[in-house]
């Protein structure tokens, strides 16, 4: 099993950048396809990053980039250029096979992280 561990959020305004971070213990995700989801109130889990698969959905392409540390066994997802839509609370999983974009093709999530972006 793995345990992952999402930090890095915050509130920044619009424009402005944040690094989440997707620290794992138990086992390597060195070479893990490692997806982000991010969820806001009443709405299900949206897909936005596949590291590993380079597949992004097309509201963050050429904003956010997915990358790895395999030093510290963590994932990382560089957030630019922020909007307020990008409000929501961030998860992190394991890919373990499926509809890339589907949280069902996903296990051990992490607990997430907020992150606000205001106008």
């Known amino acids: 099993q793995v345990q992952l561990v999402e930090s890095g959020g915050g509130l920044v305004q619009a424009g402005g950048s944040l690094r989440l971070s997707c620290a794992a213990a138990?086992?390597?995700?060195?070479?893990?396809?490692v997806g982000w989801f991010r969820q806001t109130p009443g709405k299900e889990r949206e897909f936005v990053a596949l590291?590993?698969?380079?597949t992004y959905v097309d509201a963050v392409k050429g904003r956010f980039t997915g990358s790895r540390d395999n030093a510290s066994n963590t994932a990382y997802l560089h957030m630019n250029n922020l909007k307020p839509e990008d409000t929501g609370v961030y998860f992190c999983?394991?890919?373990?096979?499926?509809?890339?974009?589907?949280?069902?093709?996903?296990?051990?999530w992490g607990p997430g992280a907020q992150v606000t972006v205001s106008s």
């Open positions: 590291l590993g698969g380079g």
């Open positions: 999983a394991v890919y373990r096979g499926g509809p890339v974009r589907d949280a069902t093709a996903y296990d051990y």
């Open positions: 138990g086992r390597t995700i060195s070479t893990t396809a």
